[in-house]
């Protein structure tokens, strides 16, 4: 069975702090894809990354930054120079292989991030 | 591309009634989709994969009589919350992959279903 833990519940932190987000997973399958998402106060699921599981190189757009880490199982979330626009849950997610990705979530952690 | 539009947003709906939520992608051909619902400050949690022409396979625990899916194009799937009660409000989100293969990225704004 696959498992994402994101033991970070709630982090606040002020405006142009850098701030990282845990991601541990678990899963048997050699080949699965791991995935963030930005959700805002209106719901929406906002796209952040995916990762597969053979592409081990850390990975930077803009103000974001991901480190993946096989050997801990650990795919990390990096969020340098936060801006209140940053505010928001995240959630870390692993899926199975295949076309079909059912993914499964971690509880997400909600980042607050104030003047 | 790759967009998911779910129509309502929000509903509100008196207990016993049944209330429909549609998934469509708009400018790609779904094979599948997949039903999410969110308590408040939880986590999503899968409900059912939609197969279009088929039958939708539910998650361990959720009642499929309850909630009716229904693929019946490659741009639309449909849920439907039957005989609606309180503990039936949440936030239902569907995610659609593309036929070609994808991985499933895509979601829906959601909707917010509150039952009185």
């Known amino acids: ?115 | 591309g790759a967009v998911v539009s779910q129509h309502p947003s929000r509903v509100i709906c008196k207990s016993g009634t049944s209330v429909k939520i549609e998934c469509r992608s708009l400018d790609f051909q779904a094979t599948t989709m997949f039903w999410y619902r969110q308590f408040p400050k939880q986590s999503l949690m899968l409900m059912a994969t939609s197969n279009e022409g088929s039958k939708a396979t539910y998650e361990q625990g959720v009642e499929k009589d309850k909630f009716l899916i229904n693929h019946a194009s490659l741009t639309l799937s449909t849920l439907t919350v039957t005989s609606a009660h309180p503990e039936d409000s949440s936030f239902y989100i569907c995610s659609a992959s593309p036929r070609t293969g994808g991985y499933g990225y895509t979601f829906g704004s959601g909707t917010r279903l509150t039952v009185v």
């Open chain 1, 1 to 115: 069975a696959q498992k994402v833990t994101q033991a970070q519940t709630e982090i606040s932190v002020v405006e142009k702090e850098d701030v990282t987000l845990d991601c541990v997973y678990e899963t048997r399958d050699t080949t699965y894809y791991l995935f963030w998402y930005k959700q805002p106060p209106s719901g929406e699921l906002v796209f952040l990354i995916r990762r597969n599981s053979f592409d081990e190189q850390n990975e930077i757009s803009g103000r974001y930054s991901w480190n993946f880490q096989k050997s801990t199982s650990s795919f990390n979330f990096t969020i340098t120079a936060s801006q209140v626009v940053d505010s928001a849950v995240y959630f870390c997610a692993l899926s199975e292989p295949g076309t079909a990705s059912k993914l499964t979530f971690g509880t997400g952690t909600r980042l607050q991030v104030t003047l």
